[in-house]
């Protein structure tokens, strides 16, 4: 679907939220036209419903977790309705207590964009008003400053989720564009009233997946953005390395019809598509001839590159199919009730349970960021044969230029540029440990079991940012490789990406500074800069199971 026929509103019913909406939304400065959220009339409806509800259930006055009942190992404490709003007030004031850095603004975009979503499902008992004075504050880009740490994944992300309801309240500090203002200063400036919030509705605010969720939506996004990085890495170095292109035939991964494998070797075979650089079997038995008269010899060049190379795709698609069901995972976790307790108009009862368990999230974060680090090893792989005149091909050490023979033994070129990459991609590995398996009993053993989710999804963010910063080394080292090698000889589209790398890094003619080349590479890859000049853009959407 093209950006420029994407409807500028979004209308929240609970149950057809894409994850292409929250990136939309989450980075305004991608979505064209910019976008807006709003409650559909029929969730609207609903919600007004699951209200009455609670009312005549609290007139009962009968114990309801949350509602009329303390929170978590306080459930026996049971009050009396008239101090039912209070309680959620005081619910709102004990979990500020977040710590760490405060959470990137397309993050809490996204959390503000699912939280209300959750809600419209009309299941939690909150106000219609609640959840529309939810979506004016993202509408206005008033955004709380809510802190990364603090949440277990279980019981809902209730410290970082408190952060946004006090917003609502009118309390705190938001970031509004490039400025932090009290909150209540915001509100006024934007004409939006502070609410006073209801039974059930603190905890209907707080107590949900939300948070953890938009770290997981945004890092399978940039993950999907990594893969097809990688695969424009690859076809790099494999024409720097005059590789064997028939390892990504088409017969050879039909063979083993792992979708994202079958897709990665297509997608290269399209990147190398013109290559006078890379060869194929055939071309290599040609220069090689027959061995005729003998027993042996050591042939002089290989009819099989490196795993790092030939095996790319059976890497790189693990993570294109990782991706393939952790996007439809994550589909499901943002059209879902993921508070407690829920109530059901139809059945006139509350439901007490666990919906705000990001088990699912959890697991999906682990997965894709172990796919994700594999795909920085992987990278730093293909660096290193680059770099290693034993192994290039006749490319010269640490990829010096020729031209500085007069200034022999005063440049060292790329190796500085592979020991970051290396150092690097150690974290990367290191952050891909799974978190889900650290859970913590808390709460007077009430929460004795928890997803850990939230640490698993900011990893997951983490390891992005790393592999794409290997990437952007790898890339760097390639096109050096490539101006060495003869770049009129190159694919029409890897010379394309080399244009546009180029335009933001020049030619290492001699020893000097790189940090802002791999910082201006990295954001070619981030914002899909890098997709586009391939002619891959459309590789970073969502699978089609998933929109």
Sequence with gaps: MNDWTAPSRIALDGSSLTLRDIVRLARPEEARPPVAAVLDPAAARAAEASVGLRDRLMAERRPIYGVTTGFGDSVTNQISPERAAQLQHNLIRYHLNGVGPNAPADVVRATLLIRANCLALGNSGIRPLVVDRLLAHLNADILPLVPERGSLGASGDLVPLCYVAATLLGDGDAQVGKHVLPVAEAQREAGIAPVALEAKEGLALINGTSFTTAFAVLAAHDAAGIATAAEIVTAFVSEA????????????????????????????????????????????LAEAGRLVGRDFRELEVRIQDHYSVRCAPQVIGVLRDTLS????????????????????????????????????????????????????????????????????????????????SAEAGLHHGFKGMQIAASAV?????????????????????????????????????????????VAAIALLAAAQALDLRGLDRAAPRTRAVHALIRAHAPYADRDRRMDQDIAAVARLISDGSLARAAGTADEREPHAAAS
Excluded at 350 to 374: C, E, R
Excluded at 435 to 453: G, P, W, Y
């Design 241 to 284: 390395l005059l590789g064997n292109a028939s390892h990504f035939a088409e017969f050879l991964h039909r063979a083993k019809p792992h979708p994202g494998q079958v897709a990665s070797a297509a997608h290269l075979r399209r990147l190398l598509a013109g290559s006078r650089l890379s060869t194929t079997y055939e071309e290599i």
């Design 325 to 404: 069901w952790v996007e439809p995972w994550l589909t499901t976790e943002v059209n879902a009730s993921t508070d407690n307790p829920l109530f059901s108009v139809d059945e006139e009862r509350p439901h007490h349970g666990g919906n705000f368990y990001a088990g699912h999230v959890g697991q999906a974060m682990d997965s894709l960021k172990t796919a994700t680090a594999n795909i920085a090893d992987l990278l730093d792989r293909q660096l290193a044969l680059i770099i290693d005149p034993k192994f290039s091909g006749g490319l010269p050490a640490n990829l010096v230029p020729p031209e500085l």
């Design 425 to 469: 991609t150690a974290e990367a590995l290191k952050t891909a440990l799974p978190a889900t398996v650290f859970s913590r009993s808390t709460e007077a053993h009430n929460q004795d079991k928890v997803s850990m989710a939230t640490t698993a999804a900011r990893d997951a963010r983490t390891v992005n940012e790393l592999t794409g910063q």
